[in-house]
Structures are given as structure tokens and as C-alpha cells.
């Protein structure tokens, strides 16, 4: 009898697909922008398949260092790809994002809030300074930065940024309660927009550098730790109100997730993970070549 539903697997699917079509937009029609409205659904249905993961995964070292590995890997894969000519689009890696996301929760799960709260701070700061080292420091290509970003688990400069590693650590605390996941997720999926609608963080870094100049480089930093780009950067990025500042539109990947019937079906996991390199790179050939 068929499972009512959707399984993990399944949902990977629907995601992997989805992410298809979003980079065949990016890469191949910038200018077919329904290509990049259907992408938005992909990266949340993927964010939920892995707090799910790892709810439900034996060993969890396993798990995170295989995150880890492929994100480092991925990194590794683009300098490689650079040295031959083929420079991918952005250095995206998703793999980053969802490794600092696993480290957090395995963090939280494992010591009382206080020494938690220590560890993260003292992780980010190592990261934030070895990062500001290469900033100042001349001659060192943009791929390394990328790669010590990655290896290092900056959650400030990973794709999306720090607030998705918010929102994925609170995914996982909804997990097991679709009402939850509903309320919650609707939420985030609003606040985000909110938050890249007005943009406050670079409207305050701005108006500091502007009125205190002497502040302005610390107020940009901070933007930067909170979004994940500066402040000029940010306010470029916003093109508009509903279709020029389209990520609101990963609100319609809630029905999918609330289809989860709480089996993990297939694995295939190792698919999933060579799957997303391996079309970014053949992608990037197409773009090349036509």
C-alpha cells in the first residue's frame, strides 16, 4: 500500500529539481526571471531535509564531518575549476551554510546554554579575525578567502547568511510539530522579507558613515555580521518591493514540507551530495561554450 505523503527522499527530489531550474536561470536565462521565482522553494526544502536528518541520524559526528568534507571539498572543486579557466558563478556552496547550521545545533544539544553561547562566540571570533587577516593582507586570491570562509564555518559570510543559520536551528526545534513548523517558518519567511524590504542594517551603516565617519567602518562590519554583505552591497541588491526582492516567495515550500510524512524513504545520500558541484560545473561549461 503507498505511503501517504512525502518521504526525505521524495522531497529531496522535489528540491534537487527545483534547484535545476533555479541555476538554469542564473547561469543560462538571467533574463527569464520565472526561472529564479520557482528556485526560492529548493533551498528551504533542502534546510528542511537536513534538520530532519538530523533529528533522526546514529552517529552525529559521521554526519556533520561528511557535511563538512563536502563543503571544504566543494571549495577545493572551485579553486581547481578556476586554475582551468571555468569560474563559478558566485563560489556558491550551500554545503557551508549547512555545516555551520549541524555544528550549531550538535553544539546546543550537547552543552548547557551558557557553555554553548561561549563556544559559538569564541568560533566565530576566530573565524571573523582570521578573515579580517586576509582582508588586509595583499595577493591572496578571492578563491582562498572563500575556502578559509567555508573551513572555518563563518556563519557571517556563508550563503544566505546568518540568518538563515538562525532560522535553520529553529526549523529544527519545530521539526516534530507541523503546527509549529507552520507558525514558525511563516514567521521567519516574513521577517526575512521584512528585513531585506527595509534594510535596516545597511540604513544604519550608512547613515553612520555618512554623519560619524568615524564609526562608519564599525557600523559596515556590523552590517556585515548580520547580513552577510555590506551595506552599498545590500542596498544595490534591492531591486523592489514583491518581484525585484523575490526570496519572499520561499513562503510557498511550506505546503510541501507539511506533506512530510516522517519517513525517510531511499537514501541515495551521496547522490545529493555530488549531484550539486557536479551540475554547477557543467552549468558553468554550457555557459562558457554557447
Same mark, same amino acid.
Given at each position: 500500500?503507498?505511503?501517504?505523503?512525502?518521504?526525505?527522499?521524495?522531497?529531496?527530489?522535489?528540491?534537487?529539481?527545483?534547484?535545476?531550474?533555479?541555476?538554469?536561470?542564473?547561469?543560462?536565462?538571467?533574463?527569464?526571471?520565472?526561472?529564479? @521565482?520557482?528556485?526560492?522553494?529548493?533551498?528551504?526544502?533542502?534546510?528542511?531535509?537536513?534538520?530532519?536528518?538530523?533529528?533522526?541520524?546514529?552517529?552525529?559526528?559521521?554526519?556533520?564531518?561528511?557535511?563538512?568534507?563536502?563543503?571544504?571539498?566543494?571549495?577545493?572543486? /572551485?579553486?581547481?575549476?578556476?586554475?582551468?579557466?571555468?569560474?563559478?558563478?558566485?563560489?556558491?556552496?550551500?554545503?557551508?551554510?549547512?555545516?555551520?547550521?549541524?555544528?550549531?545545533?550538535?553544539?546546543?544539544?550537547?552543552?548547557? @546554554?551558557?557553555?554553548?553561547?561561549?563556544?559559538?562566540?569564541? /568560533?566565530?571570533?576566530?573565524?571573523?579575525?582570521?578573515?579580517?587577516?586576509?582582508?588586509?593582507?595583499?595577493?591572496?586570491?578571492?578563491?582562498?578567502?572563500?575556502?578559509?570562509?567555508?573551513?572555518?564555518?563563518?556563519?557571517?559570510?556563508?550563503?544566505?547568511?546568518?540568518? @538563515?543559520?538562525?532560522?535553520?536551528?529553529?526549523?529544527?526545534?519545530?521539526?516534530?510539530?507541523?503546527?509549529?513548523?507552520?507558525?514558525?517558518?511563516?514567521?521567519?519567511?516574513?521577517?526575512?522579507?521584512?528585513?531585506?524590504?527595509?534594510?535596516?542594517?545597511?540604513?544604519?551603516?550608512?547613515?553612520?558613515?555618512?554623519?560619524?565617519?568615524?564609526?562608519?567602518?564599525?557600523?559596515?562590519?556590523?552590517?556585515?555580521?548580520?547580513?552577510?554583505?555590506?551595506?552599498?552591497?545590500?542596498?544595490?541588491?534591492?531591486?523592489?518591493?514583491?518581484?525585484?526582492?523575490?526570496? /519572499?516567495?520561499?513562503?510557498?515550500?511550506?505546503?510541501?514540507?507539511?506533506?512530510?510524512?516522517?519517513?525517510?524513504?531511499?537514501? /541515495?545520500?551521496?547522490?545529493?551530495?555530488?549531484?550539486?558541484?557536479?551540475?554547477?560545473?557543467?552549468?558553468?561549461?554550457?555557459?562558457?561554450?554557447?
Amino acid at each position: 500500500m503507498r505511503e501517504k505523503g512525502l518521504n526525505i527522499f521524495q522531497i529531496k527530489w522535489i528540491a534537487l529539481i527545483l534547484m535545476v531550474i533555479d541555476h538554469m536561470g542564473s547561469f543560462l536565462f538571467p533574463e527569464i526571471h520565472v526561472f529564479r @521565482w520557482i528556485g526560492r522553494l529548493s533551498a528551504p526544502l533542502f534546510l528542511f531535509c537536513l534538520v530532519q536528518g538530523i533529528g533522526h541520524t546514529g552517529d552525529k559526528k559521521k554526519y556533520l564531518l561528511r557535511l563538512y568534507g563536502f563543503a571544504v571539498g566543494t571549495e577545493l572543486l /572551485w579553486i581547481l575549476c578556476d586554475v582551468c579557466g571555468l569560474t563559478v558563478y558566485g563560489h556558491t556552496n550551500i554545503f557551508g551554510t549547512f555545516f555551520v547550521i549541524a555544528a550549531v545545533i550538535f553544539v546546543i544539544k550537547r552543552f548547557r @546554554w551558557y557553555i554553548s553561547v561561549g563556544i559559538l562566540l569564541l /568560533w566565530q571570533a576566530v573565524s571573523i579575525v582570521l578573515v579580517l587577516i586576509m582582508d588586509v593582507m595583499n595577493g591572496i586570491p578571492e578563491t582562498v578567502q572563500y575556502l578559509v570562509v567555508t573551513a572555518t564555518g563563518n556563519a557571517s559570510l556563508c550563503d544566505y547568511g546568518p540568518l @538563515w543559520v538562525v532560522m535553520g536551528v529553529l526549523m529544527y526545534h519545530w521539526r516534530d510539530d507541523k503546527k509549529q513548523v507552520t507558525i514558525g517558518y511563516t514567521g521567519c519567511c516574513i521577517a526575512l522579507w521584512i528585513l531585506s524590504v527595509t534594510a535596516p542594517f545597511a540604513r544604519v551603516a550608512l547613515w553612520a558613515e555618512y554623519y560619524v565617519p568615524a564609526f562608519g567602518g564599525a557600523a559596515n562590519f556590523c552590517c556585515v555580521l548580520l547580513t552577510g554583505t555590506n551595506a552599498i552591497e545590500t542596498m544595490m541588491g534591492r531591486a523592489g518591493l514583491y518581484f525585484g526582492d523575490y526570496q /519572499w516567495l520561499m513562503i510557498f515550500s511550506l505546503p510541501i514540507m507539511l506533506f512530510y510524512n516522517g519517513k525517510r524513504g531511499k537514501s /541515495w545520500k551521496y547522490f545529493f551530495y555530488v549531484f550539486y558541484p557536479a551540475h554547477l560545473v557543467l552549468l558553468t561549461v554550457l555557459t562558457q561554450v554557447l
